[in-house]
């Protein structure tokens, strides 16, 4: 359901969900990468390196990625689910999501993973080409294509395109008619099913912009105009129920259903579609109230569901491709933040700490846009204070501004602490904004001894750039 505000904001000063912390100062493991550790001196560290010199060295807010812990998940996940699928048919492939976090370099960790790169713009087409991705192995995705962005996959050689509605279907066509070429399509199918998750992020439920309805016929008759179609080839279904998902039983629906046209389309047109898409959506964890399922576990109950709906409709097994992205870059970073202000307020039954920092909605938008619940520590030290509730808020001109809605720390909290956020790795960085003129902070990537920015802070110059900086009344050419 959409966020309450006025509920977030006036909720009690203890819910009854934040767990007490036998230790303020200790970590939560699964909330963190995993070269993330914290000693006795309360310091969090990443590779050994500690926020601290991080912080005096380049400055905050600013996200902090542990890459050996990015690349090591993209690795596992394109091998169990390649394995658990290689069990019951031709196997699996993964394409990583480039809407949860890219840029050049992880395009680059995505490719070494043996991963293929789901797109939907133009921009995250050009991220990839320019890091050397294998034109096979990406996929435009969209609502709304422009014959821009269709003629810039086709000019590259992309492996698929997924054909999201009618109108798209001849000009996909035409454009590949013009160069000579047959097009790789897929088509999105609205397969009625509700994940349980935000409505924002659920996505295959019949009242939403994506794909073409199952239910009323219209998924059947546009797989029928592609495969009449010369310019086009079909090479199977794709399905996507949503985002932070950690039950299986809408994969399980979603599967039936996606098997069940393509063995309708079989009989009705004589055509073996080869590949089937179930999409992403598995869910990561933002605080102790998440409880996500291992990848190997994911894998292995998927490959059965799958091969299950296949027995029932005597269809052969086809290739499964996903499409992870929060699973991936979610839990690979934290963002680092300075605590600016303390201000302790009675909300009339109880007091509630307001704790400032120097980022907030335009690094984070989703507490405010999602609802979502993070989590947090103080990282630059140990306290023996007693654990308060506090709201972590950012400086925004919005009551909304809120990074993390309710969080133990340290009752001495104070100016100049530095905050740590896990779990900001997707969906953070590329919903981040220049609102009331803040430059979005940059990508710190941790390897090893080697620390540097994946993606550097933008500048006040970076942002002047786009500004012609005329005065009102005035020629902007002259």
Same mark, same amino acid.
């Given at each position: 359901?959409?966020?309450h505000?006025?509920?977030?904001?006036?909720?009690?000063?203890?819910?009854?969900?934040?767990?007490?912390?036998?230790?303020?100062?200790?970590?939560?493991?699964?909330?963190?990468?995993?070269?993330?550790?914290?000693?006795?001196?309360?310091?969090?560290?990443?590779?050994?390196?500690?926020?601290?010199?991080?912080?005096?060295?380049?400055?905050?807010?600013?996200?902090?990625?542990?890459?050996?812990?990015?690349?090591?998940?993209?690795?596992?996940?394109?091998?169990?689910?390649?394995?658990?699928?290689?069990?019951?048919?031709?196997?699996?492939?993964?394409?990583?999501?480039?809407?949860?976090?890219?840029?050049?370099?992880?395009?680059?960790?995505?490719?070494?993973?043996?991963?293929?790169?789901?797109?939907?713009?133009?921009?995250?087409?050009?991220?990839?080409?320019?890091?050397?991705?294998?034109?096979?192995?990406?996929?435009?995705?969209?609502?709304?294509?422009?014959?821009?962005e269709?003629?810039?996959?086709?000019?590259?050689?992309?492996?698929?395109?997924?054909?999201?509605?009618?109108?798209?279907?001849?000009?996909?066509?035409?454009?590949?008619?013009?160069?000579?070429?047959?097009?790789?399509?897929?088509?999105?199918?609205?397969?009625?099913?509700?994940?349980?998750?935000?409505?924002?992020?659920?996505?295959?439920?019949?009242?939403?912009?994506?794909?073409?309805?199952l239910?009323?016929?219209?998924?059947? !008759?546009a797989?029928?105009?592609?495969?009449?179609?010369?310019?086009?080839?079909?090479?199977?279904l794709?399905?996507?129920?949503?985002?932070?998902i950690?039950?299986?039983?809408?994969?399980?629906?979603?599967?039936?259903?996606?098997?069940?046209?393509?063995?309708?389309?079989?009989?009705?047109?004589?055509?073996?579609?080869?590949?089937?898409?179930? /999409? /992403?959506?598995?869910?990561?964890?933002?605080?102790?109230?998440?409880?996500?399922?291992?990848?190997?576990?994911?894998?292995?109950?998927?490959?059965?569901?799958?091969?299950?709906?296949c027995?029932?409709?005597?269809?052969?097994?086809?290739?499964?491709?996903?499409e992870?992205?929060?699973?991936?870059?979610?839990?690979?970073?934290?963002?680092?933040?300075?605590?600016?202000?303390?201000?302790?307020?009675?909300?009339?039954?109880?007091?509630?700490?307001?704790?400032?920092?120097?980022?907030?909605?335009?690094?984070?938008?989703?507490t405010?846009?999602?609802?979502?619940?993070?989590?947090?520590?103080?990282?630059?030290?140990?306290? !023996?204070?007693?654990?308060?509730?506090?709201?972590?808020? /950012?400086?925004?001109?919005?009551?909304?501004?809120?990074?993390?809605?309710? #969080?133990?720390?340290?009752?001495?909290?104070?100016?100049?602490?530095?905050?740590?956020?896990?779990?900001?790795?997707?969906?953070c960085?590329?919903?981040?904004?220049?609102?009331?003129?803040?430059?979005?902070? /940059?990508?710190?990537?941790?390897?090893?001894?080697?620390?540097?920015?994946?993606?550097?802070?933008?500048?006040?110059?970076?942002?002047? !750039?786009?500004?012609?900086?005329?005065?009102?009344?005035?020629?902007? #050419?002259?």
């Amino acid at each position: 359901m959409p966020a309450h505000i006025a509920g977030s904001l006036h909720a009690v000063p203890s819910p009854v969900w934040l767990p007490f912390p036998d230790d303020v100062n200790a970590l939560m493991p699964s909330l963190w990468s995993a070269n993330v550790t914290k000693g006795d001196d309360g310091v969090l560290r990443i590779a050994g390196h500690s926020v601290v010199d991080l912080a005096a060295a380049h400055g905050t807010p600013m996200y902090v990625l542990d890459v050996a812990d990015f690349r090591a998940r993209a690795a596992e996940f394109a091998t169990v689910f390649s394995r658990a699928f290689e069990r019951v048919g031709p196997g699996a492939r993964g394409y990583y999501a480039g809407k949860a976090f890219l840029c050049t370099a992880a395009a680059g960790w995505i490719a070494e993973a043996g991963l293929g790169l789901d797109c939907c713009t133009l921009g995250e087409l050009m991220v990839a080409q320019r890091a050397g991705f294998d034109p096979a192995l990406v996929g435009l995705h969209g609502n709304n294509k422009s014959d821009e962005e269709i003629a810039y996959a086709l000019d590259w050689g992309i492996g698929r395109i997924v054909i999201d509605s009618f109108d798209e279907i001849p000009r996909v066509a035409a454009a590949a008619a013009a160069r000579g070429i047959t097009a790789p399509v897929m088509l999105r199918i609205t397969v009625g099913v509700e994940a349980h998750t935000h409505d924002f992020i659920a996505t295959a439920h019949e009242d939403q912009k994506f794909g073409l309805s199952l239910q009323g016929g219209d998924a059947a !008759a546009a797989a029928a105009q592609i495969i009449d179609a010369p310019e086009l080839e079909l090479l199977g279904l794709h399905s996507h129920i949503g985002s932070q998902i950690f039950d299986k039983a809408g994969f399980e629906v979603a599967a039936g259903r996606i098997i069940g046209l393509r063995a309708q389309l079989e009989r009705a047109h004589g055509v073996s579609l080869p590949e089937v898409d179930l /999409g /992403g959506g598995f869910g990561i964890q933002y605080t102790s109230q998440d409880t996500p399922t291992p990848f190997a576990e994911i894998a292995e109950q998927l490959a059965d569901l799958v091969a299950k709906a296949c027995a029932e409709h005597g269809s052969a097994m086809p290739l499964v491709s996903f499409e992870p992205g929060r699973a991936i870059a979610g839990p690979a970073m934290f963002t680092l933040y300075r605590a600016g202000t303390v201000k302790p307020v009675d909300t009339g039954s109880g007091v509630r700490c307001y704790v400032g920092v120097d980022g907030g909605m335009s690094d984070n938008i989703r507490t405010a846009l999602y609802d979502a619940d993070y989590s947090c520590t103080l990282a630059n030290r140990a306290s !023996a204070e007693p654990p308060v509730v506090v709201r972590v808020v /950012g400086k925004h001109c919005e009551s909304g501004d809120i990074v993390v809605r309710d #969080e133990y720390l340290p009752a001495d909290i104070t100016a100049g602490d530095l905050i740590a956020v896990p779990g900001t790795g997707a969906y953070c960085r590329p919903l981040a904004s220049n609102y009331n003129h803040v430059p979005r902070p /940059g990508v710190l990537a941790v390897e090893g001894a080697e620390v540097r920015w994946a993606i550097r802070p933008e500048s006040y110059q970076d942002m002047f !750039a786009t500004d012609p900086g005329f005065a009102p009344g005035t020629d902007p #050419e002259e």
